[in-house]
């Protein structure tokens, strides 16, 4: 497995403004990915982040509105541009080896209210 | 993207085993099998992957058919904090598709 933590655990942030969200993982990882999971909901894939290039996005979710960094093969961040209270969410990165089974490890999630 | 079907939700009582069974009718060959566990205010936690036949491990048992269209996640003597949320996921590389998954509630 993948010790993963993310910052911050929660923001309660204003309409208009935006917030970046860090993911941090003990080892260097193939492949890390962002997820959004709204209020009683289950997880929807944003993007993939690759490392060096830019995210590879899901139908619904666009560059503008959530732009991904990837500098390292260690870390990634995910920025909610623009925050409207549709956007109040749990944020939460996974990540996957390369081995067989490709399994992913989440972190904790971003608990995000936007008022 | 195979799409799963699972319970809405289960109950159960300390000490007994568990069986959640979900459906995966068009899963491709090169698809695994994975179940998640998610408990409130916690990003999913990995509980079980297989392909096919059984897999075992300290804490669950998979049990998939030949067909591979249907898996059943087994938890054996559970305990109040196994009540959680269980998903189901079918997929290859990379896709991970999270359907509605299972709420278990565990009562003493």
């Known amino acids: 497995s993948a010790v993963i933590s993310q910052k911050p655990s929660r923001d309660i942030c204003q309409r208009g403004t935006s917030l970046t969200i860090q993911c941090q993982v003990d080892s260097q990882v193939t492949m890390m990915f962002w997820y959004r999971q709204q209020p009683g909901q289950s997880l929807t894939l944003i993007a993939t982040?690759?490392?060096?290039?830019?995210?590879?996005?899901e139908s619904g979710f666009v560059i503008d509105k959530f732009p991904i960094s990837r500098p390292n093969l260690t870390f990634s961040t995910l920025t909610v541009s623009n925050m409207s209270p549709e956007d109040s969410s749990i944020y939460l990165c996974?990540?996957?080896?390369?081995?067989?089974?490709?399994?992913?490890?989440f972190g904790p999630g971003t608990r995000l209210t936007v008022l | 993207l195979a799409k799963t079907t699972q319970p809405i939700s289960m109950d159960s009582y300390e000490g007994q085993e568990v069986n959640i069974t979900c459906s995966h009718n068009?899963?491709?060959?090169?698809?695994?099998i994975t179940w998640y566990q998610q408990f409130p205010s916690q990003g999913p936690r990995f509980i079980i992957q297989g392909y096919k036949t059984k897999v075992t491990n300290e804490v669950a048992s998979l049990f998939i058919p030949a067909d591979r269209k249907s898996s059943t996640l087994s938890l054996p003597r559970v305990s109040l904090s196994d009540t959680a949320v269980y998903y189901c996921l079918v997929g290859g590389r990379n896709k991970l598709v999270f359907g509605a998954g299972t709420i278990l509630r565990v009562k003493s």
């Open positions: 068009n899963i491709a060959t090169n698809d695994y």
């Open positions: 996974s990540v996957e080896r390369r081995d067989s089974s490709d399994t992913q490890y």
């Open positions: 982040a690759n490392q060096g290039s830019e995210a590879t996005y």
